[in-house]
């Protein structure tokens, strides 16, 4: 039985600046984690480096699969350990002032799968409901945006 995850949040940026935290690498090294050979491209392939964890090297191989400026971006995800591949999906809408911004990450099988999204389930809450609004906040005070 897969076990998805999703997160759902409003943030007082428009789509476009939203868009760009989710697609610039040195953007995305700054709020998620380190990442390699990424562009918003379908069929790009990239690597994302976690920190390492007993029994996983904290490596995370990924293909965009879906880029649609500024509303979808799609990628798969696969830790060095996982035996499946699973599916994050950005969804970027228009919101009031801002954007509403959603994320599954779909695809954990199994019972393996059940602990994967488990494990997974407090790092995305973190990065979608702190970390993503922090780096915006902090771009947006530095007139950066």
């Not at 509303?71 to 002032?97: C, D, E, F, Q, S």
């Not at 954990?108 to 602990?115: H, I, K, P, R």
């Amino acid at each position: 039985m897969p076990r998805d995850l999703t997160f759902e949040t409003d943030l007082p940026y428009p789509p476009a600046v939203v868009w760009l935290a989710l697609t610039d690498p040195a953007a995305i090294s700054e709020w998620l984690m380190p990442i390699e050979g990424f562009t918003p491209v379908t069929g790009t392939k990239f690597t994302i480096r976690a920190k390492p964890m007993p029994g996983w090297d904290g490596v995370i191989e990924g293909k965009v699969l879906e880029a649609d400026e500024p509303h979808i971006l799609a990628y798969t995800w696969k830790g060095t350990r996982m035996r499946g591949t699973t599916t994050v999906r950005w969804t970027l809408r228009p919101h009031n002032t801002g954007t509403h911004l959603r994320l599954d990450h779909q695809g954990f099988e199994g019972f393996g799968g059940t602990l994967l999204s488990f494990m997974h389930l407090g790092g995305w809450k973190k990065f979608v409901n702190r970390t993503l609004p922090a780096y915006l906040a902090s771009r947006s005070s530095e007139n950066r945006l």
